[in-house]
C-alpha cells in the first residue's frame, strides 16, 4: 500500500521568499514520486518527478525536489517566490513498475504576498 | 505532445438525467486510463481504472452502475454519471498513463458538473 502525507493544507509566503512544501510517502516498493500543481478549475500539470538516479530533480519554473530515502520524503523548493506561483500543489506516488493509479497526498494550497 | 483532452469543462444537468464526460489521448494511444473525483478544496480520489477494450476496475465504494466507464478504442474513455444526482456534482479528472515503459501521466483539463 501507498500513501502520501502532505504537511500543512496552506503555506503562506512573501514574493521572492523561499517556498517549501512537504511531502513524506509511504510505500512498501520503490517509489516513483510526483509534484503537480493545479490552478482553480484546472487539471493537474506536472512540476517534476523522481523515478531513479540522481535524488535531486529539478522541474519546471524554478521548482526542485530531492528525494529522501531516509526520511522517506521528498519535499519540493523555489528559492524564491512569484505570484504566479499561488496554486495548489500535490505530491503523489506510484509504486516503482508505474502500472497503478497515483496517490495523492491532500494538497497544499500556496499563497504568495505582495 | 502527451496531451489528453477532456470535455466538456462545465456542465450544468438536471437531477435525474446522465452526463457523459469524455477524454481523448492526441498524440498518443492510452491503453490505461484513470478517473478521479475532487471535492473542493480536496484531493484526488481515484474512481477507477480502465483498460482498453476491458471492463474497468472501479475502487472501492464507487458505485459501477451509477459511473459507466467505457474504452472502446486506444485514443478514447467515456465516465458516464448515470441519473445524477446534486451529491455527485464534483469536479472529475482523467488521466492517462504515457508509454509502457516510462512512468509518466498526463491528465485532462478537468470537468465541473453541477447537478440542479
Redesign the interface.
Known sequence: AQSVTQLGSHVSVSEGALVLLRCNYSSSVPP?L?W?VQYP??????LL?Y?TGATLVKGINGFEAEFKKSETSFHLTKPSAHMSDAAEY?CAV?DHA??????????T?LQVQP | GAVVS?HP?RVICKSGTSVKIECRSLDFQAT?M?W?RQFP????M?MA?SNEGSKATYEQGVEKDKFLINHASLTLSTLTVTSAHPEDSS?Y?C?A?VGET?????????T?LTVV
Open positions: 516513483y510526483f503537480y478549475n484546472q487539471g493537474l500539470q506536472l518527478k523515478t500535490f506510484s508505474g502500472r497503478r493509479a497515483l496517490t495523492f497526498g491532500s494538497g494550497r | 477532456q469543462s490505461t484513470f478521479y478544496k480536496k484531493s484526488l481515484l481504472t469536479f479528472i488521466s498513463r516510462t512512468n509518466g501521466y498526463t491528465f485532462g483539463s478537468g465541473r
